[in-house]
């Protein structure tokens, strides 16, 4: 039989390294909700999460290798323009779907366009970045079996059907 999973809500406001603030919860109504265990959230945070308590705040340094990995170069690659769509309007910032070789969806970025060839990067915009995060334990429940069977945490501040 499963373990009984919970789930967990809480607010946070996220900063890279420099300080800058990346993303919040905090400008809205509810706060952040999700299924333990279920891979919603990055593992470094999750794990520091599970040893909070209701009304607990805390700082959170999660290194890059427990938040969204460290960079690999392999998924850092050069095409040619005219495989790409769009080709005559690319510019940096776009991005791409490709499948994978186990026919996973991966997404890459233009990261650079020197003539004919464009530098793409595969890589979560945040991998390699150590980050913090500003947290406040809201509410802590057992998961529903719907929930459960769902893989996600529903209602307010989870997904709605």
């Known amino acids: 039989m499963a373990t009984q999973k919970r789930v967990i809500s809480f607010h946070y406001t996220l900063t ?71 080709s005559a309007e690319l510019q940096e910032g776009d991005q791409f779907q490709a499948t994978g070789p186990n026919g996973e969806v991966l997404l890459f970025r233009v990261i650079g366009i020197e003539g004919a060839e464009v530098a793409l990067d595969g890589n979560h915009p945040l991998a390699g970045e150590d980050l913090t995060f500003d947290v406040e334990m809201m509410a802590v429940r057992d998961a529903t079996p719907e929930e459960m069977a769902h893989g996600h945490a529903h209602g307010e501040g989870g997904h709605h059907h």
């Open 16 to 86: 890279d390294s420099s300080g800058e603030v990346i993303d919040t919860s905090r400008d809205q109504n509810v706060p952040f909700s999700f299924l333990e265990g279920s891979g919603q959230i990055i593992p470094g945070l999750e794990k520091a999460l599970a040893l909070l308590s209701v009304g607990d705040t805390r700082k959170v340094e999660v290194a890059a290798a427990d938040a969204y990995g460290t960079v690999d170069e392999q998924l850092m690659v050069k095409v040619p323009r005219e495989k790409l769509p769009n």
